[in-house]
């Protein structure tokens, strides 16, 4: 019972009765049923904006069984990478009518993973996606059955759990064949994090392409994927040139080491791509403007947000469906050129 002056809390009523429509009608509005006519969702939706309108997103789990809300557990999300990847992931969420939650792992333990669904899951959350590229975390996932759809990404295809992801060695097949077909004789590479499966699938496509190519497999160098890691390694090549190794070419498996390497090479008077051609992975914003502007590898996070989403919708309706990989893009700009032997 209201206390004297109280205001009764708005509901649908309100809102079918501004709006001038069914107390069904905004059910659906509310809800994102796909079959309301353009000009009558737009009523309501003015309606629900003019009163300021709020769903009891409790309430209304209550009743349909649904709270709207996935539930999202992502690593390192500081990285270029897996921040985009949940910007890709929230965007497709909200068109779909849907919240995101998210929870950031500190470590890439199998109890953390397995503890941020549990606590998503305790929040009554749809469905969760879980985004993480590393070792223990993923092996985690493959291992967890959840009472709600569980849907990994970027982690390559899965036996257990649905997953979206971008072909990796596919990108580095074609950063590596792009770099043989300018006349390369080889093509060193500068790997992620060896417990990285992104970093994994990167060096494999590498090294595919070279045995493909019946090219010299020399051997990887391990980075951390930062441009202190690239720079270190630039200053190791640099050294190799001089005692008369033949390094003309290098395929980096993330833009930020490239950025160093870049800096490295210029700092030992290398030209690039005159003496050494250079290749990233990721096509960050700032690639173009790099000296010289970065060859690179572009991944689609935004497409890769929507097919998380679009499986999620599909778990939901009782679907099963398995989707092909984001296919990768090679960008090519100044930091390549034709292999040069002096």
Request: aromatic share 4%.
């Amino acid at each position: 019972m209201l206390t004297q002056g109280a205001t009764r809390p708005l509901g649908l009523s309100d809102v079918a009765a501004r709006a001038g429509v069914s107390l069904q009608t905004v059910s659906r509005v509310v809800n994102h049923h796909p079959n309301v006519a353009a000009a009558t969702r737009e009523r309501v939706l003015r309606a629900i904006a003019e009163l300021g309108y709020r769903p009891n997103t409790a309430a209304r789990a209550l009743v349909t069984g649904s709270s709207r809300a996935i539930g999202l557990v992502a690593t390192h999300i500081n990285q270029y990478g897996p921040a985009q990847t949940l910007l890709g992931l929230e965007q497709a969420a909200r068109s779909a009518g849907y919240s995101l939650g998210v929870t950031i792992l500190d470590e890439n333990s199998a109890s953390a993973m397995r503890d941020a669904v549990d606590r998503l899951v305790a929040q009554s959350v749809d469905a969760v996606v879980a985004l993480s590229t590393y070792g223990k975390a993923v092996d985690a996932l493959r291992r967890f059955v959840a009472p709600v759809p569980l849907i990994a990404v970027q982690v390559g295809r899965g036996e257990d759990h649905p997953t979206v992801w971008v072909d990796q060695e596919l990108g580095a097949e074609l950063a590596t064949r792009h770099l043989l077909e300018l006349g390369h004789r080889t093509v060193h590479h500068v790997s992620g994090p060896v417990d990285s499966l992104e970093a994994r699938g990167r060096l494999r496509g590498w090294r595919r392409e070279l045995v493909r190519a019946g090219a010299p497999v020399p051997e990887p160098i391990e980075g951390d994927w930062t441009a202190a890691a690239g720079h270190a390694v630039g200053r190791r090549l640099a050294a190799a040139r001089l005692r008369g190794e033949d390094v003309t070419a290098v395929f980096l498996a993330n833009d930020q080491m490239a950025l160093g390497l870049l800096n490295a090479l210029h700092g030992e008077g290398i030209s690039v791509p005159g003496q050494v051609s250079v290749v990233g992975f990721d096509d960050v914003p700032e690639a173009a403007f790099y000296t010289p502007p970065l060859t690179t590898v572009r991944q689609d996070f935004a497409e890769l947000g929507r097919r998380g989403v679009e499986l999620v919708l599909c778990r939901l309706n009782g679907a099963v469906r398995e989707l092909e990989p984001v296919q990768p893009l090679l960008v090519v700009r100044d930091s390549t050129g034709p292999a040069s032997r002096t």
